[in-house]
Nanobody
Framework: QVQLVESGGGLVQAGGSLRLSCAVTGTISYVVSMYDLGWHRQAPGKQRELVAQITAGGSVEYGDSVKGRFTISRDSAKNTVSLQMNSLTSEDTAVYFC?????????WGQGTQVTVSS
């Protein structure tokens, strides 16, 4: 059974940085390499939104609000996807979810809280 486990969330001051990581387990590396991997976030009272995605082919997409500040990467050897977040603002406060998508199936992590204090 595929599982996604996030880590790296926490409390940071505005202008600071955090790095989130997500490990994909329960399947072999070849299968993980075929997944599009990404990060979404959901702030209180708001809809879940795309933060960043990296496809199986390596194409990258970012949400407009994080372009130039966040960087997504994947490590095929470790079956992980990471999100480097710089220049954080209070608007980045949310629960961040890791997502793996392949074919008709999507898998989600349990979420990790990121809180940016101003």
């Amino acid at each position: 059974q595929v599982q996604l486990v996030e880590s790296g969330g926490g409390l940071v001051q505005a202008g600071g940085s955090l790095r989130l990581s997500c490990a994909v387990t329960g399947t072999i590396s070849y299968v993980v390499s075929m997944y599009d991997l990404g990060w979404h976030r959901q702030a209180p009272g708001k809809q879940r939104e795309l933060v960043a995605q990296i496809t199986a082919g390596g194409s990258v997409e970012y949400g407009d609000s994080v372009k130039g500040r966040f960087t997504i990467s994947r490590d095929s050897a470790k079956n992980t996807v990471s999100l480097q977040m710089n220049s954080l603002t209070s608007e980045d406060t949310a629960v961040y979810f890791c997502r793996a998508h392949g074919g008709l199936r999507s898998y989600w992590g349990q979420g990790t809280q990121v809180t940016v204090s101003s």
